[in-house]
């Protein structure tokens, strides 16, 4: 059975750091695009960052040069190292991933809040 379990959220000031972790179980990250994306109340979820199969990352506009995504593959976990945090940045943080081939597959964890506030 495949789980994917976010860990790493809480409570921060603005300006400061918070890194999450996405851990998986029965699926190997390597071979999966694996993306972080947020929502907060009210709004749409949005895509943060992305890491693809080969290693390429990319990051949306809001939270480039702030946010950095990186995959462990000895640890089989893929990190989203958040700095300069933002109040804007509060939200429900949710790892996912997908892939097309073989088999078309989408796994989502169950999400970890983030809140900035001071």
């Known amino acids: 059975q495949v789980q994917v379990v976010e860990s790493g959220g809480g409570l921060v000031q603005p300006g400061g750091s918070l890194r999450l972790s996405c851990a998986a179980s029965g699926l190997t990250f390597s071979t999966y695009t694996v993306s972080w994306y947020r929502q907060a109340p009210g709004k749409e979820r949005e895509l943060v960052a992305r890491?693809?199969?080969?290693?390429?990352?990319n990051a949306a506009d809001s939270v480039k040069g702030r946010f950095t995504i990186s995959r462990d593959d000895a640890k089989n976990t893929v990190d989203l190292q958040m700095d300069s945090l933002k109040p804007e940045d509060t939200a429900v943080y949710y790892c996912?991933?997908?892939?097309?081939?073989?088999?078309?597959?989408?796994?989502w964890g169950q999400g970890t809040q983030v809140t900035v506030s001071s």
């Open positions: 996912n991933a997908g892939r097309q081939f073989p088999i078309p597959r989408d796994y």
């Open positions: 890491i693809r199969l080969g290693g390429a990352t």
